[in-house]
Structures are given as C-alpha cells and as structure tokens.
C-alpha cells in the first residue's frame, strides 16, 4: 500500500497500545454534576482548577487579590482533558488557543519542523506534572513552536483563550491588571526574540515571584496611586475655583447694596433740601469708582485663570 515499513511499525505499536489504561476520570464522566445549580459549579471549579494553578505568577495574584474572577475563570475557561500515550495535544505551527497545564502522566515536547516527519531525543524537552505550555496563547496571537505527543496515559487542564479574554473583560481591576501584564509579557518576550534566545511553547518571561512583583505588580500599584493623586488635585483646584466663584459673588453682592445705599441717601437728600435746589441735578455714585464688587469678580477671574496647570493637563 505504499506505506513504509518504518511507519507501519509505528502505526501498529501505536494501536496495540492501551489507549483506555490508567484514564483519569473527568467531570463530563460525571453526568450528574450538570444538575448541580451555577453557584455550586463554579465554586466545585475553583476548588478542584485554582490549586493547579501556581504558576505562571498571574494566576496566583488572581487568586489573592481577585478571586471572583477567578472563579470566574474557573468555571468559564477551564476544562479538563486526557490523553493516551502517543496522542498528540497540539503540532508544529498550528494556531494556539488554549495553555496547557499537566496534571498526571509524562509529556514529551519536540521543538521544530523537522517535528513533523521524525521525532529526536536530541530536541525534546520531557514534560511533568506541574509543567505548562503555551501561555503565550493567552496574551498574543501564538503559533505553537513544536510537537507536544503524551508517553505516557496522562492528563490535564486547558485554559481556553478566548472565553479567558471574555471572563477578563467582566472584571475591570482584573483587566486593567491584565493590561499591565500583557505589556510587561510582550516586553519580555520581543526583548527575548531580538537577542536570539529560544522562544517556544515553554516559554515564561518571569521566572521567579520577585522578577514578577517588580515587572508588573508594583508598576500597576504606582499607576493607579498617580490615577488617585491626579484626581485628588483636581478636586482641589475645582474646590479652590468654587471658593473663588463665591467669594467674588458675595463681594459683588456688598457692592451694590453700597452703591444702592449712597443712591437712596442721595434722592433723600435732593428731596429733603429748600427751595430750587431740588431741581438740581444729583451727582449719582460713580459705578467705576465705587463697584467693588466688579473689581473683586474680574481679579478673581483671573485668580482662577493663574491656576497650576495640572488640571488642563489631566483633563487634556
């Protein structure tokens, strides 16, 4: 049939293997823990899925800074999967949708193209419970790198991205965490490519909790402290315009009770004097000179017009 004998040979090894020894049992096994109410699901799914997740870093601050939305994650973007030995999770240049993370069995990952026709121990990388692959898919359009085969009955957890993406945008802290991540990560890893490192699916830019901490937790601790200190200032200069406003309004107020004052002593005198000297005319108040209240508003306009310049360039 024009298959060599090579590839005969492997072909049946691969179905004379047991497939179905040593399988985990998974929740879909399971058909009664469909009927158990939402709040009950996803509290089972953060249970049973945050555990496995120590790593990448991410994940463990989601779990202490905001775990409804890893619950969230949980039970929307996760699902558990097995597979037997010789089954392939993922292949050469294949787009990525899902990280994956083992949780029992042995794993094989051969990096490359020549992956595709013949499997070499010189470019494998063995693969172990705890391990994970291809977080790149979560943050970045990613393509996986090599062959991932099991070598053993193994099992474990995939995060789908695209309902992870979805899951992110219902939690705004966590996004805006996210965004800060996504920046640091792609940071990391163009940094990594242009200085020639090898980047594949077991890629992590941050390899240690400290790396991690500096690189993006306390950036996004400082960023939302300047966010809160900026509208802080801004309530003051709004404050310190009102106070102006009114200032100016009740000094404009004094202004024309005196000016109404001096009229009505004014009329009062005129009528009140003998003889042809009510007809004379009267020399009424100078609004100019006497309208306080006019000076006061124009100078506290432009008190207000002087103002630091941190709210132009806030709201700019």
């Not at 060599?4 to 929740?27: F, Q």
């Not at 990448?56 to 779990?63: A, E, G, K, R, S």
């Not at 200069?237 to 000094?251: K, M, P």
Request: positive net charge; glycine residues 6%.
């Amino acid at each position: 049939n024009n298959v060599s004998l090579a590839l005969g040979n492997k072909i049946l090894r691969h179905l004379k293997g047991d497939r179905r020894g040593h399988r985990t049992m998974r929740e879909k096994d399971l058909p009664l823990l469909k009927g158990l109410p939402m709040s009950l699901q996803t509290e089972l799914h953060f249970e049973v899925f945050a555990k496995q997740l120590k790593r990448p870093f991410v994940f463990l601050w989601l779990q202490r800074n905001q775990r409804e939305a890893m619950a969230d994650a949980c039970h929307t973007a996760m699902l558990e999967t097995n597979w037997a030995k010789g089954d392939e999770a993922f292949h050469y240049r294949t787009y990525g949708s899902n990280m994956l993370i083992v949780l029992t069995g042995s794993m094989e990952y051969y990096v490359g193209l020549a992956t595709l026709f013949c499997v070499s121990n010189e470019s494998s990388k063995q693969v172990l419970p705890r391990d994970r692959l291809s977080e790149a898919v979560l943050w970045v359009r990613w393509e996986h790198r090599g062959l991932l085969t099991a070598t053993s009955p193994s099992s474990g957890l995939k995060i789908l991205a695209d309902q992870f993406r979805i899951v992110a945008q219902r939690h705004h802290t966590a996004m805006t965490f996210f965004k800060q991540y996504v920046k640091a990560f792609s940071e990391r890893l163009n940094w990594d490519l242009t200085s020639g490192q090898d980047v594949d699916d077991t890629y992590s830019p941050f390899t240690t909790e400290e790396d991690f901490t500096s690189s993006v937790v306390k950036p996004t601790f400082m960023k939302r402290m300047m966010t809160r200190q900026g509208l802080s200032q801004t309530g003051s200069i709004a404050s310190e315009f009102l106070d102006a406003t009114r200032g100016a309004y009740n000094t404009a107020q004094r202004g024309i009770t005196t000016v109404g004052t001096k009229l009505r002593r004014g009329i009062a005198a005129h009528f009140n004097s003998p003889g042809p000297s009510r007809s004379a005319t009267v020399p009424l108040p100078d609004l100019r000179k006497s309208g306080r209240g006019s000076r006061a508003l124009e100078e506290s306009v432009e008190r207000v017009q002087t103002l630091p310049g941190q709210a132009t360039s806030f709201f700019d």
